[in-house]
């Protein structure tokens, strides 16, 4: 009795000691999605979100959005729920990897400021005029690259960012269609949906591309080469791949069920509109 006892108390510290990593690992994920200012992305998103439903309602309904439109493109684009799965799609793929490497990285001085400039320039290009300007200095210096403009290119090939983009939009676009046929506004079959999608595929590259490089060049113009080099190199180790294939586990759930949910209003909405 005495041994069968210590036996089971012996399975159970592993146990307790497992689950506390567990736990510890975990609250370093929320850490290092702080540290990447996740949450004020997000929040930038929320915006662009408020943007964007204002500038479908322009083009998708000809006798104008109705006086609730407003409100329902901000329920869609919640940003408590925004980060909410953001932050279970990232910490469910970062569970069999050890963030400490990453936390090191982003908790530097030159990161923070790495990602502040991130921030500001991610809010500066939700102006049109702005986000023009990016693109044609991405187009300019393609023609003449400088050093600063291959190590951002570099960055963007090593995590493999234009066509993860690319993939993302298509299918927050299919996602966008379901929710207009599910609601009743668009009559194709899945099949038309998916041939309507693909078909925007190049075009869809060419403006990731653009974006990508102009949003990049503008908020990593201002960095040291040194810290670029060394996010670049953090970028190809298995922590760096597995924080990147993270934000994309987080980021695409999301968009995909916000252009859900954009489709299905957007249907209502037409239908208010016509009455």
Excluded: K
């Excluded at 998103?45 to 408020?50: D, I, P, Q, S």
């Excluded at 234009?162 to 269609?177: D, I, K, M, P, R």
């Excluded at 998916?194 to 990593?220: C, H, I, K, N, P």
């Amino acid at each position: 009795m005495f041994l069968r006892a210590c036996a089971i108390v012996l399975t159970l510290v592993p146990a307790g000691l497992a689950a506390e990593r567990a736990a510890a690992r975990s609250g370093d994920v929320m850490h290092l999605v702080d540290l990447m200012g996740l949450p004020e992305v997000v929040e930038v998103m929320h915006e662009e979100g408020l943007d964007y439903g204002a500038a479908l309602a322009d083009e998708m309904l000809p006798r104008g959005a109705s006086g609730q439109w407003p409100g329902t493109v901000a329920r869609i684009y919640d940003p408590a729920r925004m980060e909410e799965t953001l932050r279970e799609g990232f910490a469910a793929s970062m569970s069999g990897t050890d963030p400490a490497p990453l936390i090191a990285f982003f908790e530097s001085p030159g990161a923070r400021r790495l990602v502040s400039l991130e921030i500001s320039a991610r809010r500066a290009m939700m102006d049109e005029d702005v986000e023009e300007a990016a693109r044609e200095d991405y187009l300019a210096r393609a023609r003449d690259p400088d050093d600063r403009f291959l190590l951002v290119r570099e960055f963007v090939e090593t995590n493999d960012l234009v066509e993860a983009n690319v993939t993302g939009a298509l299918n927050s676009n299919f996602a966008f269609y379901r929710g207009l046929a599910d609601a009743g506004a668009l009559e194709m079959t899945e099949d038309e949906m998916l041939a309507e999608v693909w078909a925007q595929e190049e075009e869809t590259r060419t403006d990731s591309r653009e974006w990508l490089m102009g949003f990049l060049l503008l908020a990593y113009d201002p960095v040291a080469p040194e810290l670029l080099e060394d996010y670049v190199a953090l970028s190809q180790t298995d922590a760096g791949r597995a924080m990147n294939r993270a934000l994309f586990a987080g980021f695409d759930p999301m968009y995909a069920d916000i252009s859900y949910a954009l489709g299905l209003a957007l249907a209502r909405e037409m239908r208010a509109t016509d009455l």
